[in-house]
């Protein structure tokens, strides 16, 4: 479970994020959703101790993320974000492995090759496994990111946009593996979406923030209409039901 | 996949820059050796190891410093680093006079000058990562210009200075690989293995550190801690290698690059030892060039920095500076 207590985070008397209390049980796919600005990644951050909140508290499982040792958490939370910058030459094999490096401190045992092997096969990687990171296209870079994220094997996992940039292929086959991250292996998965529709077909819970404030949270049946989204986009939309699925069209 | 048979296994690269380094260090030593052994061991001796040093030195903190901050044309010096130590030696000159600094202890004199380089750095990166941008971009920028501050204050205390106090100032300014000061040696040898052994210590943390500071963090590395512990060290190294030879620009972005350039993995494991024994080869093996073959003994350092510095255009132009 994480649990998020008034959270604040400001930048020269702007707060970004703005006393933000949410809990998030464990288990399932949350979805934070909002518009540009409301706070989604820096509350992503927040929770990650990616970065240090002004006032306020986050529990992960109970333990204190400003004040838990780095490594102890490592083994419980992982982030992985929308800028993956990274100067180093590595190959995907190379990228995956650091996966385990909370868990081994850089001398890896038979077990930790074997969740390497394991998340670079569930990711479909093997044929790249050896090629350099700048040697991929964009839809093969994120999915080896995944498999460190994977890789690492925490209970709970944040992605912050993780379908920046992709494809509708690559970005319904990323949603649909992080479905399974939650349906197989009972993992907490939490991601930040701009795509509301990816959000409804694919969430458990989805949670809208505004202007550094939560707004609502609930179920995709309950998020996912009109009046709601209305209020959190500022955009006139309709909803139609296909199949079990509730579509947003907000083109009209 | 073609790409798999070509690379080379970086174990392989690091046996042949260690027999290279190895074989030029006992080409230093033998290479033209007349008169008894005890002198030239203690003669070529001490010169061998203060390259020694001074390679390792300047290999390691450049490797090292790149790294954390996810950069490969960035060097110690380039932030300043050198700059200080010209400073210090030039205030103290302005202050003492050349017979006052002639007199003082060497090995005094290098604690204190490490000990401001430390607590210069620390200054630095404290004042900058405890506002609400932790940006290490903004420290380089910093240090650029404290650099630059460093450097234009040097020049005018020189301009002022009495012209023969300023021939001595400069002699020591110059770098040099032949008058490495002996007395010196001992300490700088003690000060890099404790460097050494917190290293050690801290190795495991250098692969993850190359990701960023975001990936670290993620990974469970205390990210600060660790960075400003490397960024000490690297000023004690520095230290080390300016005391025994004087500022040296480019030669660590020579031996990085070329490490990087030739290890096929991103590994420290391989590139920080590469790195070492391709600065060992490069300045010893450079020193018995140019003494034995050419017999001119003074323009190791400008060769040197010549070399490095078309390195460090080539990275610039090639684009890879970012």
Same mark, same amino acid.
């Given at each position: 479970m994480i649990e998020i207590h008034e959270v604040t985070k400001s930048y020269g008397g702007n707060a970004v994020v703005d006393r933000v209390s949410l809990t998030l049980p464990a288990g399932g796919l949350t979805s934070i959703i909002g518009p540009n600005g409301a706070g989604k990644s820096t509350l992503l951050s927040i929770v990650s101790r990616l970065m240090p909140m002004d006032t306020g508290k986050v529990l992960v499982d109970g333990l204190d993320v400003s004040r838990t040792a780095g490594d102890v958490l490592a083994r419980r939370l992982s982030i992985m974000r929308q800028d993956n910058h990274i100067t180093a030459r590595l190959s995907v094999r190379d990228l995956v492995a650091f996966g385990r490096y909370p868990y081994s401190k850089g001398r890896l045992t038979a077990a930790d090759a074997e969740h390497i092997e394991r998340s670079i096969a569930y990711l479909g990687l093997e044929p790249y496994q050896n090629r350099f990171l700048d040697e991929l296209s964009g839809g093969q870079r994120q999915r080896a990111f995944i498999a460190m994220v994977l890789c690492q094997d925490t209970d709970y996992m944040l992605f912050d946009e993780p379908l920046n940039n992709l494809d509708i292929k690559h970005a319904v086959e990323t949603m649909k593996l992080l479905r399974r991250l939650a349906d197989d292996f009972d993992k907490t998965v939490v991601v930040v979406l701009h795509d509301i529709n990816f959000a409804s077909a694919y969430s458990d819970r989805i949670v809208a923030m505004q202007a550094g404030r939560l707004a609502f949270e609930g179920s995709p049946e309950d998020m996912i209409v009109p009046s709601r989204l209305q209020a959190i986009f500022d955009v006139d939309c309709r909803v139609h039901a296909v199949g079990e699925t509730r579509l947003v069209n907000y083109f009209e | 996949m073609q790409a798999d048979a070509k690379r080379i296994a970086p174990s392989t690269i690091l046996l042949a820059s260690a027999v290279l380094a190895l074989v030029s260090m006992v080409a *230093?030593?033998?290479?033209?050796?007349?008169? !008894?052994?005890?002198?030239?061991?203690?003669?070529?001796?001490?010169?061998?190891?203060?390259?020694?040093? %001074?390679?390792?030195?300047?290999?390691?903190?450049?490797?090292?410093? +790149?790294?954390?901050?996810?950069?490969?044309?960035?060097?110690?010096? /380039?932030?300043?680093?050198?700059?200080?130590?010209?400073?210090?030696?030039?205030?103290?000159?302005? *202050?003492?006079?050349?017979?006052?600094?002639?007199?003082?202890?060497?090995?005094? +004199?290098?604690?204190?000058?490490?000990?401001?380089?430390?607590?210069?750095?620390?200054?630095? &990166?404290?004042?900058?990562? !405890?506002?609400? =941008?932790? =940006?290490?971009?903004?420290?380089?920028? %910093?240090?650029?210009?404290?650099?630059?501050?460093?450097?234009?204050?040097? !020049?005018?205390? +020189?301009?002022?200075?009495?012209?023969?106090?300023?021939?001595?100032?400069?002699?020591?300014?110059?770098?040099? &690989?032949?008058? /490495?000061?002996?007395?010196?040696?001992?300490?700088?040898?003690?000060?890099?293995?404790?460097?050494? *052994?917190?290293?050690?210590?801290?190795?495991?943390?250098?692969?993850?550190?190359?990701?960023?500071?975001?990936?670290?963090?993620?990974?469970?590395?205390?990210? +600060?801690?660790?960075?400003?512990?490397?960024?000490?060290?690297?000023?004690v190294l520095v230290s080390v290698s300016t005391a025994l030879v004087g500022p040296v620009t480019f030669f660590g972005l020579l031996v990085a690059s070329l490490a990087r350039q030739l290890t096929p993995t991103a590994s420290h494991r391989y590139v920080l030892p590469v790195a070492v024994c391709i600065a060992i080869a490069t300045l010893v093996g450079g020193q018995v060039i140019l003494e034995r073959l050419f017999s001119f003994n003074t323009t190791l350092s400008i060769v040197i920095e010549f070399f490095g510095g078309l390195v460090f255009i080539f990275l610039l132009v090639r684009g890879s500076a970012r």
């Open positions: - | *230093f030593m033998t290479i033209g050796a007349k008169g !008894s052994w005890s002198f030239l061991l203690s003669f070529r001796g001490t010169k061998l190891l203060g390259m020694v040093l %001074v390679a390792y030195a300047i290999a390691v903190s450049t490797v090292l410093f +790149q790294t954390i901050s996810g950069n490969r044309i960035l060097t110690p010096s /380039i932030i300043g680093f050198d700059a200080m130590y010209t400073l210090l030696q030039t205030i103290m000159v302005f *202050f003492l006079g050349a017979a006052g600094a002639g007199s003082v202890d060497p090995r005094l +004199q290098f604690l204190v000058e490490t000990a401001v380089m430390v607590g210069l750095s620390l200054l630095l &990166f404290r004042a900058l990562f !405890s506002g609400a =941008s932790r =940006s290490l971009h903004l420290l380089m920028l %910093v240090g650029v210009i404290l650099g630059g501050l460093f450097r234009s204050l040097s !020049s005018f205390l +020189q301009r002022i200075l009495d012209p023969n106090e300023f021939v001595v100032l400069q002699d020591r300014l110059f770098a040099s &690989f032949n008058s /490495i000061d002996a007395n010196l040696l001992g300490i700088a040898a003690v000060a890099t293995l404790a460097v050494t *052994f917190v290293l050690w210590r801290l190795s495991p943390t250098f692969d993850v550190l190359s990701l960023g500071r975001e990936a670290s963090i993620g990974l469970g590395v205390d990210h +600060q801690r660790v960075v400003t512990l490397l960024l000490v060290l690297i000023a």
